[in-house]
């Protein structure tokens, strides 16, 4: 960044940014449906929403918009968009919906193996790095956002058979078989399903204890159901705040059933907004300590 630039984006107004990952089985968006409830998220929490369109399928599998999702938080993280914006982001939190939520988690992950290379987050009985390329990893490693939220998260692409994947074969959004044809079609035929960037369920421990605050939502009857419980108890166990909110008779990615006129996703939204005001509250809060 030039030194006007730094010195115009130093005189900008702060905001505090939700940057949200719509679902659509990676190949289509649910912008029109999901608007609605992030100008109530933006209205409570006095952010800004940014919901980037990210390549689809055929055309572009994993990883293409994984790195552009990267690209666009690690731009917002650093603070280079701010001319381009007319402000300066602050505090981020990331959520996403189905495979929004994939990607969302994804990111976290991804973000979370490069600070481990880049240092910042090395064990006591590691050796310090010794080569230039480190020093210079640890200067640009982005931080993970400020918190997390998913719904419905498509955390395991690798199809393996779980009681709710059972019980729910016959979800009106996501029945297995289009679950097996996304996952065949976002993933090479050379990459493993368990990859922790294709499926954020396989991450490893030392990445999870640097995920940030996390909130998951789930519903009774969605297929994907018990990826979200035993990954929000996986990161209980690394040390991290997260909580689960299962909602009942609801089908998969029901966030925008809120202003369809579902109370328990009208519900999952008041949720949704309490939530994030605190994440942002404490945020705030630290930043002055």
């Known amino acids: 960044m030039g030194r006007l630039n730094q010195f115009r984006c130093e005189h900008l107004p702060k905001y505090d940014i939700i940057l949200h990952v719509t679902g659509g089985g990676f190949f289509a968006h649910t912008i029109a449906s999901d608007l609605p409830f992030l100008t109530d998220w933006s209205r409570a929490t006095k952010s800004i929403i940014i919901c980037p369109e990210y390549d689809l399928l055929p055309e572009h599998r994993f990883p293409d918009a994984l790195n552009q999702i990267h690209q666009i938080y690690s731009s917002l993280e650093s603070g280079e968009c701010g001319a381009l914006l007319g402000f300066q982001p602050q505090r981020i939190v990331v959520t996403g919906e189905s495979a929004g939520g994939n990607l969302a988690a ?11 290379k880049a240092g910042h987050h090395r064990n006591e009985e590691e050796p310090p ?8 990893a640890d200067d640009i490693a982005p931080r993970l956002p400020d918190a997390l939220m998913l719904c419905c998260p498509a955390l395991n692409l690798s199809l393996e058979l779980s009681p709710s994947r059972v019980v729910g074969t016959s979800d009106p959004v ?29 991450a490893p421990d030392e990445v999870l204890r640097l ?15 018990d990826d979200s419980v035993d990954f929000n108890i996986r990161l209980q166990r690394n040390g991290i705040q997260s909580e689960l909110r299962v909602s009942h008779n609801l089908p998969h990615a029901y966030w925008g059933l ?16 309490q939530w994030l005001k605190r994440q942002l509250v ?8």
């Open 129 to 136: 790095a010794a080569s230039s390329d480190d020093a210079n």
């Open 282 to 289: 404490t945020c705030e809060e630290d930043e002055r300590i």
């Open 258 to 273: 809120g202003t369809a006129g579902f109370p328990e996703a009208r519900h999952a939204q008041e949720e949704c907004q």
């Open 174 to 202: 996501l029945p297995r078989g289009l679950l097996s044809a996304i996952s065949d079609a976002y993933i090479l035929p050379d990459i493993s399903k368990k990859h922790p960037l294709v499926s954020p369920y396989f």
């Open 211 to 225: 995920f940030p605050p996390t909130l998951l939502f789930a519903g009774s009857n969605d297929p994907l159901l």
């Open 106 to 116: 994804a990111l976290c992950i991804k973000l979370g193996v490069a600070q481990r």
